[in-house]
């Protein structure tokens, strides 16, 4: 692997969160070029980002103001320009992460020897190039039993784990002086608390109120004499204002005061930030900063939360939570539950020293629920819940399918025993299991799994009795066109299944998805590529039976045997270490 | 210095040109040469020209020189049918083009006195039957494509005359490519189907038409116009919702953008809509197809649009002309004959539908009582309002209930004898005044189906009557009539074929749409200042000029089209099927960019 290409035109936050394929890439392969594709709005933060060898910035502002001028010749010159500068390399790997239709296109005209991500056929039609692409693109449908965050996503599509774990972000020694002396002249030691606190995110709903945020500070003042620091851009600059006519104390207020550089020094400082869902959250993990994230309304942490060993998470715990994307809620209950003092009680127990590894339950905690993210055996990242509670029929998905995506998408082996001994052991120790309450739960998606497989395994037989026939020197096109008239019936049957059994809704989705991405031309290959998918369903759907039939035996076996949470998390969680 | 058989020639080009133009070949005969015109002879022999200190032609082969001009031309044209000549001089390319091309071709020259000049050396005659001399600024209408030749040295000597005939070729091009034209039809009534039609048949002539369908609110207007018995009240209402229908279209039209507006005749447009689509130059024309005696609304509205387009002749164009408006034209109706047509019809059809005589249409008073007189034959009366007409009871279809266009179109192709008699809400029968020629004319006839229709003053400047059509005065008439043609079978058919192909030949929607937009640019139709986005073909194909591939791509549209935005680019990409080229992707790329992050960034109307 000589080239790379790295595509993200998406927001600051997500080009933070491809540092961990760059980390990766370097580290499988020590020669590699990486070239990274950037939207010019959010270039900025590329000037922190270490292990990559060259940039090419886009600028969307550019082709829209052409447009918007009738110059479609001018418009035509840029794009070619910047075509041919990305094009000065030829790339070994291609992966755009950007999921987005112009993104798509500007892929296809892209030369590399392997393109992942979504890009579009030589006909124009949408296709997504790699299987964890197109589970990605399966978040949106099943995105209530999605275990696995973003930044792992992008390292399974990469088909790399790193050493180094986390995000990483450099700060410049120019900027960690400044902020001395900004400190010193505020009267802030090097021996203070200082928490930082982002107030403000890329929309309203995903903004924690602001007067929660100054409750929260009037507590950590009043009890740790903490020193709080306000983070944000130019455009953030009312909340700090609203921000100190609501809090009792003085605090430093840099909202609309630092550069990224600054910003990236001043979260680097903080003994704590505690954030919205954006930007800053990802930045001060990536400079090893303790963060508390607040995941409200859309927000869904396992997707983009604090990616990185000990950061710890507060996620809304109602029905609703987290809203279906484009939904505008006009009752944002999430916000009211998620309240400072049970902020604060989290802060606290997160300053205390000790290893924050179990909340016990009460009604002070209803609904919320708090989590800690740890890198996992996988190597991926984790989320626990401090809070032991009844096991849901969503958690019990949610943990099965971290364990049988990779089997199916990576084709790792696995025999189902093993699989459900794993999820077994960290279902008892994260929840309270009543076994007999979770078959009755599973009984009915049991006989949706068996009908897709049936399903799935009529298709299997008719097409390979298709590629059979596809294969003879004079194939019969007319009979292999009767023989395929009830292959998308028997799709729209499968379809149907997850639309009826949301649970099992990642599992079709997927395969329909792999369905509208085979690329080959002829009957041959097409048919080979389609009964591969129809296997790996089978494969998937009896995997996941399998498991579900095998859990309650495995339930009476550990009982009594139940292991404690540190047991689990095997001393993995360093502690806080920026307490005075 | 002229050639010995100068008289001979000019005698030729001038009795043939007589034959095809005799106004031009008097104004050629009649021109008196200034004395700047000078010709000289070339080296190789050949005649010259020079006008002033200009010359026109090469002094050393004039010949040569317009071979090579033309070898020029024709090697980046495409266009092979229709040549447009800018300058004539002596004429040498306009004939080595006639000689090489069987085109027609429209030479432009401001110089009535050039032309005799040229007619006097060269012998034109050969080719005068495809070849327009153009000497005024009046630019025939030229359908379909047609690639321009500019001959320098004349364009030289009179740059701001080519300099208009271009504008107007141009809007011409544009017209040829396609427009824009935003249709407004009626809530309901007889306008509506017209409306529909000239959808179908602006469409049928390669324009993008947005339909402004106002019959979906035809319900709620019904509802409103009976929500309260006090008619004041009930006037304001429904004066309101036709505000509200004005501003619906209104925000279309933003929207759309088009190059025109055509409202039919009832069309809920009122006159602040009109005012602001002046204001922005959008043109827009009404098709009143009422009788402008009964309904006196256009006095008011006619004044507010840039062209008014209408069924009947004198008097109205004389009120017309009081009203101070300016651009009227006379459009009858017609014919939509992808939907009035022959049908072959089922047993059962013919069954349900066939009689000797029928009438299809609404109950008005001169109708329910002429109809009583045809009591004693084989008679059916279709359609609704005939509600109280106790004497035509049992004639009355289906309890007079509307009849869709579909069945009327079989009641047509069933009926031996369909009779028209326009309606009149004053007199016991036929109006002796009637001028204009309603509907059912022309679709009884599209449909090859024979009818007595009464007589209008304005039918026989559009069919041939007896011949084509047949006409009654009155009741006896009428009687007489139908009696001889129910016995003679084979004179009907002939009549009502022949009444058909003078349909086809004349008398259909897109021969009124053609005649309509025809109108429009003689009368120095302009665009709208929309901002489309767009940009002269010829100066983006210099622009494109650095990069091959884009030229190349470009260069595809240089006869389809006078200018071209992105919109259009990714319409033909879409419409298009295969592989997709690099260029193509390019600007697909810049497409969805503006889709995916334009509307977080900014949109605004215009």
């Known amino acids: 692997m000589k080239n790379v290409l790295i595509m993200n035109l998406a927001r600051m936050g997500d080009l933070v969160q491809t540092t961990p394929v760059l980390t990766g890439l370097k580290e499988k392969y020590p020669k590699v070029k990486i070239t990274l594709l950037v939207n010019s709005v959010f270039s900025e933060i590329c000037d922190f980002i270490p292990y990559f060898d060259r940039i090419v910035i886009l600028e969307l502002d550019k082709i829209l103001s052409e447009i918007k001028n009738g110059n479609i010749i001018g418009c035509y010159s840029y794009v070619k320009s910047i075509l041919d500068e990305i094009n000065t390399v030829y790339y070994d790997l291609i992966i755009n992460f950007a999921h987005t239709p112009p993104s798509a296109i500007l892929m296809s005209l892209i030369d590399a020897k392997e393109k992942r991500g979504l890009s579009i056929d030589k006909e124009g039609y949408s296709i997504k190039l790699h299987p964890w692409i197109r589970y990605f693109f399966n978040l949106l449908p099943g995105r209530n039993y999605n275990p696995f965050h973003l930044c792992d996503i992008y390292l399974l599509a990469s088909e790399i784990i790193p050493f180094r774990k986390g995000l990483h972000l450099s700060v410049s020694e120019e900027s960690c002086n400044w902020l001395q002396s900004l400190f010193s002249t505020n009267n802030i030691r090097p021996d203070d608390l200082v928490i930082g606190f982002q107030l403000g995110a890329s929309s309203e709903d995903k903004r924690w109120p602001v007067t929660s945020f100054a409750r929260l500070a009037d507590r950590l003042i009043e009890e740790f004499k903490a020193k709080i620091v306000l983070t944000g851009s130019a455009k953030e600059t009312q909340f700090g204002k609203e921000f100190e006519e609501e809090c009792e104390y003085r605090v430093l207020n840099l909202i609309g005061r630092t550069d990224l550089r600054k910003l990236v020094a001043v979260l680097h400082k903080c003994d704590l930030v505690v954030s919205n869902d954006t930007g800053p959250l990802h930045i001060a993990t990536a400079v090893g900063t303790t963060t508390l994230d607040i995941s409200m309304a859309s927000v869904y942490f396992r997707e983009t939360g604090p990616y990185g060993d000990g950061h710890y998470v507060i996620q809304s715990d109602i029905a609703c939570s987290p809203c279906t994307f484009g939904r505008t809620c006009t009752e944002m209950i999430c916000k009211d539950t998620i309240n400072p003092d049970i902020v604060f009680e989290v802060v606290k127990k997160i300053l205390s020293g000790e290893d924050l590894t179990f909340i016990k339950d009460s009604s002070f905690w209803q609904d919320v629920q708090v989590y800690r993210s740890f890198f996992d055996k996988d190597g991926l990242i984790n989320y626990c819940p401090l809070i032991k509670r009844s096991l849901t029929k969503k958690e019990l998905f949610i943990s099965i399918y971290r364990e049988t995506w990779p089997v199916i998408l990576d084709k790792e082996p696995v025999d189902h025993l093993t699989a459900a001994s794993k999820i077994m052991k960290r279902l008892l120790n994260w929840y309270i299991i009543d076994m007999q309450a979770v078959s009755e739960m599973v009984q009915q998606d049991l006989i949706a799994l068996e009908s897709i497989q049936n399903f799935a395994y009529t298709a299997l037989v008719k097409i390979g009795l298709i590629s059979k026939e596809a294969r003879k020197p004079d194939p019969d096109i007319a009979w292999i066109k009767d023989t395929w008239k009830i292959v998308p019936e028997l799709d729209r049957e499968i379809e149907t299944i997850g639309n009826t059994y949301s649970t099992l809704k990642p599992l079709t989705t997927l395969f329909k998805y792999g369905k509208e991405s085979i690329q080959e031309n002829d009957l041959k290959s097409m048919a080979s590529s389609a009964m591969s998918l129809y296997e790996d369903l089978i494969k998937h759907a009896s995997l996941i039976t399998e498991i579900l039939k095998s859990l309650p035996d495995l339930v009476q076996e550990s009982t009594g045997k139940a292991t404690n949470i540190e047991e689990f998390l095997e001393d993995r969680l360093p502690r806080v270490s920026h307490i005075p | ?606």
């Open chain 2, 1 to 606: 210095m002229i050639c010995k058989e100068a008289d001979k020639i000019f005698s030729k080009n001038i009795e043939t040109l007589r034959q095809w133009d005799s106004r031009l070949s008097q104004r050629v005969l009649s021109a008196s040469e200034a004395g700047d015109i000078d010709l000289i002879s070339s080296q190789s022999g050949a005649i010259s020209l020079a006008i002033g200190n200009h010359t026109i032609h090469s002094k050393y082969d004039p010949i040569k020189e317009a071979k090579d001009w033309i070898n020029f031309y024709l090697e980046k044209i495409e266009i092979n049918d229709t040549f447009v000549i800018f300058g004539l001089g002596l004429g040498y390319h306009v004939i080595e083009l006639a000689r090489r091309k069987d085109a027609k071709i429209f030479v432009f020259e401001p110089r009535t006195d050039v032309l005799k000049t040229a007619f006097k050396c060269l012998d034109f005659s050969p080719y005068l039957g495809r070849i327009t001399f153009i000497t005024d600024k009046i630019v025939p209408f030229i359908k379909g494509k047609f690639a321009i030749l500019k001959y320098k040295p004349s364009i030289k000597m009179y740059e701001t005359y080519f300099l208009e005939i271009r504008e107007k070729l141009e809007v011409l091009k544009r017209i040829n490519s396609g427009l824009k034209i935003m249709v407004v039809g009626p809530i309901y009534g007889g306008s509506l189907p017209i409306a529909r039609y000239c959808v179908s048949a602006l469409e049928n002539l390669g324009h993008r038409v947005e339909f402004v369908d106002n019959s979906i609110y035809e319900e709620t207007f019904f509802h409103l116009k009976n929500v309260t018995k006090n008619r004041e009240h009930v006037n304001y209402i429904l004066h309101s919702f036709t505000d509200l229908l004005s501003e619906a279209f209104k925000a279309r039209c933003c929207e759309f953008k088009p190059d025109f507006v055509l409202a039919l005749a009832q069309a809920p447009i009122n006159k602040g809509a009109l005012s602001e689509l002046r204001k922005y130059q959008v043109p827009t024309a009404m098709w009143f197809v009422e009788d402008f005696r009964l309904m006196t609304y256009w006095q008011e509205l006619a004044p507010m649009y840039d062209y008014f387009f209408t069924i009947q002749k004198e008097p109205f164009f004389d009120k017309l002309e009081s009203s101070g408006v300016k651009n009227f034209h006379y459009l009858p109706l017609a014919a939509s004959t992808n939907f009035h047509k022959k049908l072959d019809l089922s047993a059962e059809d013919k069954e349900n539908y066939a009689s000797d005589v029928s009438f299809v249409g609404a109950g008005y008073y001169n109708r329910r009582k002429f109809f009583e007189g045809l009591t004693d034959l084989d008679f059916k009366i279709w359609g609704n309002e005939w509600d109280g007409a106790t004497s035509l009871k049992k004639f009355i279809q289906r309890n007079g209930q509307r009849i869709d266009p579909e069945e009327i179109v079989k009641i047509f192709n069933a009926t031996k004898v369909n009779i028209n008699l326009h309606s009149s809400v004053h007199h016991e029968g036929v109006n002796p005044f009637g001028d204009f020629v309603n509907p059912r004319t022309f679709e009884i006839a599209a449909c090859g189906a024979f009818q007595l229709v009464d007589y209008r003053s304005e039918l026989p400047l559009l069919f041939e009557l007896d011949k084509e059509l047949v006409c009654f005065e009155n009741l006896n008439d009428l009687r007489k009539k139908i009696f001889y043609y129910l016995k003679h079978e084979d004179e009907r058919e002939d009549i009502a074929r022949r009444a058909k192909d003078r349909i086809l030949k004349e008398h259909t929607y897109e021969h009124r749409m053609e005649e309509m937009i025809d109108f429009l640019f003689e009368r120095g139709l302009a665009f709208p200042g929309w901002n489309r986005g767009k940009d002269d073909i010829d100066n983006l194909l210099k622009k494109a000029r650095p990069h091959k591939e884009l030229w190349e791509f470009l260069s595809k549209y240089q006869d389809k089209v006078t200018e071209l935005g992105l919109d259009d680019i990714i319409k033909d990409i879409q419409s298009g099927r295969g592989s997709l080229s690099r260029v193509e992707k390019i600007f697909l790329f810049a497409n969805s960019v503006k889709d995916f992050y334009f509307p977080k960034i900014e949109r605004s109307l215009e």
